[in-house]
């Protein structure tokens, strides 16, 4: 059944509706809209999408816009409250960037946030040429509004400062280049939130004057023929005749001889050593304090400097006659101290660093000349022991007498020892220890002792102490156009004193005596075998001098370093048992000079 209404019923429904719609237009009539941000300000880094958050507190309806087309704004409208999301792509420009964000809504005013996009990172440069020696500096700037840090791809490169906010000057350190090319490091500058960015270092390379390398020092009334290539070298199973020049003559005079040695010493340089650089006498200098010699070097625009320590005795008369040690002596210094003979400690892997293989071409030997340079350590050494002297011979205040000096050193100084009394002839007296293989072995009797003892094949693996080509002979030893009795016989006539040790059959037992006794017959030949010595005793404490052998240094001392006479060094000993096979070894004779 279909309800019916009154018509009063009809009646007060109307005048209801009536009521409530005049109630609503009143309320709307009323209303107030409301628009607030929380922050006037926002800063964004430089990287691409920094982004940073501002709030929009409000009752109505709004929109954002910026007219940036750098900046998006996330959501752009909205009604109410809201987070919104500033968003900036990357400000590649080195000048910082802004946006005014306007916020507007119906009735009420706009709000205004101020959005700045920080500059790029940014260095001065991107590629930084540096010179190749030690201590070497440059400087870049770098542009920056955050707090930034440095890194590099090599560690031969030190920053001041390594990290810092805001624009510095950074200043660029470098360790010396041991090569002689050039070589690149990167250098990295992070910010956070910024593109990182990078420097191209070169270091420039050591490349060798010509002058200085690859030649000998001539000496006075000698003429040194051209020498032979590795290729022109013939097999020889003997020890080379010391007494035959290279044109096939035969050494008749002590004069003679004199011109033999600048041959055996060039091969050597040629071939083994590396050459040791002829320098004017008064590139060297000397000055003197607290027991301390300063030797100071200046070559090819470059200088370097090393320091000496000098012990003196308490005894004796200055100007004091002196051992020099490599690195230090082994011998009984407190004997030689009482003896009147001051000791002098010659500070080598400062001039030539022998650490291992990998350290070729490192010093302030190739500081002066070239990483590159041929010289190995041992010949570095002895340029160094030779500058060393010329700066005793200048600077009187040390109280040292340079016609008086030893030069001794034990294993691989031992080595260096033998060379340096080798290639200066101011050197009265040399004393090598124990220094085996390099030293005063025999490399043809190393090689046919076997791999019980140190052979050329092996040394020349092990470290720095020779040229780098001398490994060219590690399997033919025989083409060696000399061998070590010959590098001692560079001592004579001045005086020589071989101590080694049979314990140590690695430092070649049978090699060295025999090697001694072929040196022996060259003072033999000049008339003064007593001024060679050579004593091998065996004991377990490698480079630790045994009583019994210390008078025989101390005659040594008193015959060359304090000019005693009558004192007897004919020594030529070996406790080992051991057999010097002349026949097998020498096929040559020996003269009277």
């Not at 030069?407 to 031992?414: D, E, I, K, L, Y």
Request: with cysteine; charged share 20%.
């Amino acid at each position: 059944m279909r309800k019916t209404f009154s018509l009063p019923t009809i009646l007060l429904a109307i005048s209801t509706l009536i009521a409530y719609s005049a109630m609503g237009c009143e309320d709307k009539d009323n209303f107030t809209p409301m628009l607030e941000v929380h922050s006037s300000s926002l800063t964004l880094n430089s990287a691409a999408q920094s982004t940073d958050t501002f709030k929009i507190i409000s009752n109505t309806e709004w929109t954002i816009s910026s007219g940036a087309e750098w900046l998006s704004l996330t959501p752009a409208s909205g009604t109410g409250n809201a987070k919104i999301t500033a968003a900036a792509d990357e400000n590649t420009d080195f000048t910082s960037r802004s946006a005014t964000v306007k916020v507007t809504a119906d009735g009420v005013s706009s709000k205004l946030v101020e959005v700045t996009q920080s500059r790029a990172l940014s260095v001065s440069s991107n590629e930084i040429t540096i010179d190749p020696e030690e201590g070497s500096t440059e400087k870049f700037v770098i542009n920056s509004e955050g707090k930034w840090t440095i890194s590099a791809s090599e560690d031969w490169i030190s920053f001041s400062p390594e990290s810092g906010t805001g624009n510095a000057t950074v200043t660029i350190t470098v360790l010396s280049n041991p090569d002689s090319e050039p070589r690149i490091a990167t250098i990295t500058v992070t910010e956070a939130g910024a593109t990182a960015q990078s420097v191209d270092l070169i270091q420039g390379g050591n490349p060798c004057d010509p002058a200085d390398d690859n030649q000998f020092c001539e000496v006075a009334g000698c003429v040194i023929p051209e020498l032979p290539s590795y290729n022109d070298l013939t097999e020889n199973p003997y020890l080379p005749d010391p007494f035959e020049f290279l044109d096939g003559s035969r050494v008749t005079s002590q004069a003679d001889w004199t011109c033999r040695q600048a041959e055996i010493s060039a091969l050597a340089q040629k071939f083994q050593y590396g050459y040791k650089p002829c320098i004017p006498y008064d590139a060297t200098t000397g000055s003197f304090s607290g027991n301390t010699i300063t030797v100071t070097v200046q070559e090819n625009g470059r200088s370097i400097s090393f320091d000496c320590s000098i012990t003196y005795p308490t005894t004796g008369q200055a100007p004091y006659p002196a051992v020099i040690g490599i690195g230090f002596s082994f011998l009984n210094n407190q004997q030689l101290l009482d003896l009147g003979v001051a000791v002098i400690n010659f500070p080598q892997d400062e001039i030539a660093l022998q650490d291992n293989a990998g350290s070729r071409g490192t010093g302030k030997f190739y500081d002066l000349y070239c990483s590159s340079h041929s010289a190995g350590a041992i010949i570095a050494w002895s340029w160094g022991v030779s500058r060393l002297i010329d700066a005793l011979e200048k600077t009187p205040a040390a109280n040292i007498d340079p016609l008086h000096l030893a030069v001794t050193g034990c294993s691989r100084n031992g080595k260096g020892a033998l060379a340096a009394g080798a290639f200066d002839e101011r050197i009265a007296l040399t004393i090598p220890q124990e220094s085996g293989s390099g030293g005063a072995a025999s490399w043809r009797v190393s090689d046919f002792q076997g791999s019980s003892v140190q052979r050329l094949r092996q040394i020349v693996t092990e470290n720095t102490w020779f040229r780098k080509n001398f490994d060219q002979f590690s399997t033919s030893v025989d083409k060696v156009p000399y061998d070590h009795h010959s590098i001692m016989g560079l001592c004579a006539p001045r005086g020589l004193l071989v101590i080694e040790n049979t314990s140590m059959e690695w430092l070649g037992n049978l090699s060295t005596w025999t090697a001694g006794n072929a040196a022996h017959k060259i003072w033999e030949a000049l008339g003064v075998p007593d001024n060679m010595g050579f004593s091998q005793t065996g004991h377990s404490d490698h480079c630790g001098l045994p009583e019994s052998q210390e008078p025989e240094v101390e005659a040594f001392v008193r015959k060359f370093l304090l000019e005693e006479e009558n004192v007897n060094t004919s020594i030529m000993k070996t406790d080992g048992n051991l057999t010097f096979d002349e026949d097998k070894w020498i096929n040559w004779s020996v003269p009277t000079l």
